[in-house]
């Protein structure tokens, strides 16, 4: 049965110069929530374009539950997805 709280995982690797993947430990992650029957989508931004709807489609989405996955050279992504958006429910 999945429970009723939808959870929107975003992935920040944004200019990294690496191959924009698919890693073990987000897939490890995604399948422990899976098997404890929670809904979960994955957002992998790789592109700004890419954080740009991304951003736009949370917003209009107004879920409950939003986690980041990000490293420290994400950071300054991390910061504009946050303080362009307004995430507060109506």
């Not at 996955?69 to 507060?88: G, I």
């Amino acid at each position: 049965m999945i429970k009723s709280v939808p959870i929107n995982l975003i992935y920040f690797d944004i200019d990294t110069g690496y191959y924009p993947g698919f890693h073990h430990g987000i897939a490890y992650l995604i399948g422990s929530i899976k098997n404890k029957g929670y809904s979960i989508t994955l957002f992998h931004l790789h592109t700004i374009q890419s954080l740009i709807l991304t951003r736009d489609h949370l917003q209009k989405q107004k879920d409950d539950l939003m986690c980041l996955s990000f490293t420290t050279n994400q950071k300054k992504y991390v910061h504009e997805f946050l303080n362009e958006t307004n995430f507060k429910k109506d």
